[in-house]
């Protein structure tokens, strides 16, 4: 199953970048972008009633590129939680009505405009941050975790990390930015580099690791003994010390005003950061390794905290799609399923409608999940 998901994600990657004019390739495309004003994508602006509207907050921000201001963000939460005499978050967990929100690589390189764009993200963007601000000044939210996708520069699944026979980096600016990589030679650690086209894969070559070439062999064999397919690779992204690697500036103020409101202290779920694995959802490596690489039973522990917990974010049929499938998976051991809830309109997919996605809302369903919209009236009761 997943080869056959990987496939379809590539052709859709391939149409979504094959008019993409082409930047300088590998780090050198990771220097800051221009400050751009706002984005003209701005038709489908969501309209959701604020019971409050914060300082910081406009709809149109959701579509700009600026450096938000926390500290600002943050100290409007504050007088805003002591003066309407507010329970803090952990007060409200006692009282068993806390809800958490629990959100996939909101980061900039994911958005519309991004070095690796899922288009939709700034929309979602805009809609989660509308329910966290209703959410917040209510007594609703009480936690918030997000995860943040952020790699070395050295990261197994750079393009330019891996080289042909003459030394020269693959770049997949000219093939979509993305490519599946099946071993060719596990005494030599080659593998064959495969683009997709609206006809199908096709090879561009082959390609062995700069830094550690039998390390990627043994990788390899791990994803085929586990079913996770082939090795991927894409344009560098989310690369730590960037401006990519950073949370939507709108997010990251939303976020800083709700823990002011609610005294909250947000869970960060870090993702990406060892070399020599990727990481397609945020609770669990594809290549678990001890101690910076397990499973997050540290952020499944605390789920279990809340009354329920809702989850949103990118891209619909890759990480976020792992948040949920692994979520369910162990939430529902541990009773929880009828507490989870999916925000249809809090995601974005790269392949519209994926079979995978569709038969993961079908487990969700059966198990009690509620599949509620971004504008849903809060929750009453629990």
Same mark, same amino acid.
């Given at each position: 199953?997943?080869?056959?998901?990987?496939? $379809?994600?590539?052709?859709?990657?391939?149409?979504?970048?094959?008019?993409?004019?082409?930047?300088?390739?590998?780090?050198?495309?990771?220097?800051?972008?221009?400050?751009?004003?706002?984005?003209?994508?701005?038709?489908?602006?969501?309209?959701?009633?604020?019971?409050?509207?914060?300082? /910081? !907050?406009?709809?149109?921000?959701?579509?700009?590129?600026?450096?938000?201001?926390?500290?600002?963000?943050?100290?409007?939460?504050?007088?805003?939680?002591?003066?309407?005499?507010?329970?803090?978050?952990?007060?409200?967990?006692?009282?068993? %009505?806390?809800?958490?929100?629990?959100?996939?690589?909101?980061?900039?390189?994911?958005?519309?405009?991004?070095?690796?764009?899922?288009?939709?993200?700034?929309?979602?963007?805009?809609?989660?941050?509308?329910?966290?601000?209703?959410?917040?000044?209510?007594?609703?939210?009480?936690?918030?975790?997000? $995860?943040?996708?952020?790699?070395? !520069?050295?990261?197994? $699944?750079?393009?330019?990390?891996?080289?042909?026979?003459?030394?020269?980096?693959?770049?997949?600016?000219?093939?979509?930015?993305?490519?599946?990589?099946?071993?060719?030679?596990?005494?030599?650690?080659?593998?064959?580099?495969?683009?997709?086209?609206?006809?199908?894969?096709?090879?561009?070559?082959?390609?062995?690791?700069?830094?550690?070439?039998?390390?990627?062999?043994?990788?390899?064999?791990?994803?085929?003994?586990?079913?996770?397919?082939?090795?991927?690779?894409? %344009?560098?992204?989310?690369?730590?010390?960037?401006?990519?690697?950073?949370?939507?500036?709108?997010?990251?103020?939303?976020?800083?005003?709700?823990?002011? %409101?609610?005294?909250?202290?947000?869970?960060?779920?870090?993702?990406?950061?060892?070399?020599?694995?990727?990481? /397609?959802?945020?609770?669990?490596?594809?290549?678990?390794?001890?101690?910076?690489?397990?499973?997050?039973?540290?952020?499944?522990?605390?789920?279990?905290?809340?009354?329920?917990?809702? /989850?949103?974010?990118?891209?619909?049929?890759?990480?976020?799609?792992?948040?949920?499938?692994?979520?369910?998976?162990?939430?529902?051991?541990?009773?929880?399923?009828?507490?989870?809830? /999916?925000?249809?309109?809090?995601?974005?997919?790269?392949?519209?409608?994926?079979?995978?996605?569709?038969?993961?809302?079908?487990?969700?369903?059966?198990?009690?999940?509620?599949?509620?919209?971004?504008?849903?009236?809060?929750?009453?009761?629990?």
């Amino acid at each position: 199953m997943y080869a056959r998901v990987r496939i $379809s994600v590539l052709i859709t990657l391939y149409k979504l970048h094959r008019n993409v004019k082409g930047c300088k390739h590998g780090l050198a495309s990771l220097t800051k972008r221009s400050k751009i004003v706002v984005s003209s994508n701005t038709e489908a602006l969501s309209h959701m009633k604020l019971n409050y509207i914060p300082n /910081f !907050f406009a709809a149109a921000k959701a579509f700009a590129h600026y450096s938000p201001d926390i500290a600002r963000a943050y100290s409007e939460g504050v007088q805003y939680g002591l003066a309407n005499n507010l329970a803090t978050g952990d007060e409200l967990i006692k009282r068993g %009505v806390a809800r958490l929100i629990a959100l996939t690589d909101l980061e900039e390189d994911f958005r519309d405009d991004g070095r690796l764009p899922v288009k939709g993200t700034d929309q979602v963007v805009l809609r989660v941050c509308e329910r966290i601000i209703n959410g917040v000044v209510e007594d609703y939210y009480g936690g918030i975790m997000y $995860s943040l996708d952020g790699h070395p !520069f050295d990261h197994i $699944s750079f393009d330019c990390n891996w080289r042909d026979g003459a030394g020269d980096p693959l770049n997949l600016e000219q093939y979509g930015k993305a490519a599946i990589l099946t071993l060719e030679d596990p005494v030599l650690g080659t593998f064959k580099a495969q683009a997709f086209s609206e006809n199908g894969p096709y090879d561009i070559g082959t390609y062995r690791h700069a830094f550690d070439p039998m390390g990627t062999v043994a990788y390899w064999n791990h994803l085929q003994a586990t079913g996770q397919g082939p090795i991927w690779v894409f %344009v560098p992204h989310c690369v730590i010390g960037t401006d990519g690697a950073n949370l939507h500036p709108l997010l990251a103020e939303t976020i800083a005003f709700a823990c002011g %409101v609610r005294r909250i202290r947000p869970r960060i779920i870090r993702k990406g950061h060892l070399a020599n694995t990727d990481w /397609f959802g945020p609770l669990e490596p594809c290549k678990p390794s001890d101690p910076e690489g397990l499973l997050n039973m540290g952020a499944v522990a605390e789920m279990t905290m809340y009354a329920a917990v809702e /989850f949103g974010g990118v891209a619909e049929d890759f990480c976020e799609y792992n948040m949920r499938a692994k979520s369910l998976e162990l939430l529902a051991g541990l009773g929880m399923a009828g507490k989870m809830r /999916f925000l249809r309109d809090c995601t974005a997919p790269i392949v519209p409608n994926a079979a995978h996605v569709a038969a993961l809302y079908d487990r969700a369903r059966a198990a009690g999940i509620q599949f509620i919209d971004h504008d849903a009236p809060l929750d009453a009761g629990v």
